[in-house]
């Protein structure tokens, strides 16, 4: 790759791609692609294990948890076992390959944080952004853990300018604009969100990021320019 491959559109695209990777959102043929791109490209992989790093303190508010015995039998059940047969002890040591992919995927869903090993209870649901536009060089991903009740947002790119902040806000339809709060200067942060609001999200809102005077719109609603946008998928 070329020093202006490097840092143009194409290092950027890289960038959020990796970070997509990480977080899991991607889709299968695309996940495909970017795996393929890790093993054959030391640049690009890279890329993905700085965005394991930074995006791990999204991690630290959830506790570990030891999955019950039963769950590997039974996920090997599942996918394995013929209709109304038990499982033969040949048939399974020809497997080793299959359970080696599914021990790879797990150790996947816990890297990228937002997908749990099971599936979630609706209280556990995950809503995925990314936030960007063609006119700004801003951009974040935004991830909406309904548990917790916070937006984790990653900052990837774009600068406030001085004496200016971003303020996140939640667009519903033709409603006005919901601000919800000023966004904290760093890599990665979190904002609590409202209980009037969490029910909004979860049925997949749009995310903007404004640029307001230090410290918030005075007025309620978006005063600057929006310099990036994004709708909140299920993930």
Known sequence: MTLSQENGPERESDDLLAAEYVLGVLLAEQRQEASRRIDAEPAFARLVDAWEVRLSPLAEAYPEAEPPRSLKAAID????????????????????????LAVAALAGLVLTVALPYMQPPAEQMRLVASLAADSSDVKYLAVYDAAHHNVGLSHLSGERDQGKDFELWMIEGDKPPVSLGVIPVGAVTQLPVAPPIQ???????????????????????????VVATGDLKNI
């Open 77 to 100: 059940g599942r996918l394995f076992a013929s209709p109304g047969a038990a499982p033969r002890a040949s048939v399974w040591t020809s497997l080793g390959f299959w359970r080696g």
């Open 199 to 225: 029910k909004q999200l979860e049925q997949g809102a749009v995310l903007a990021v404004s640029v307001e005077p230090a410290g918030g719109s005075p007025t309620g609603q978006p005063t600057g320019p």
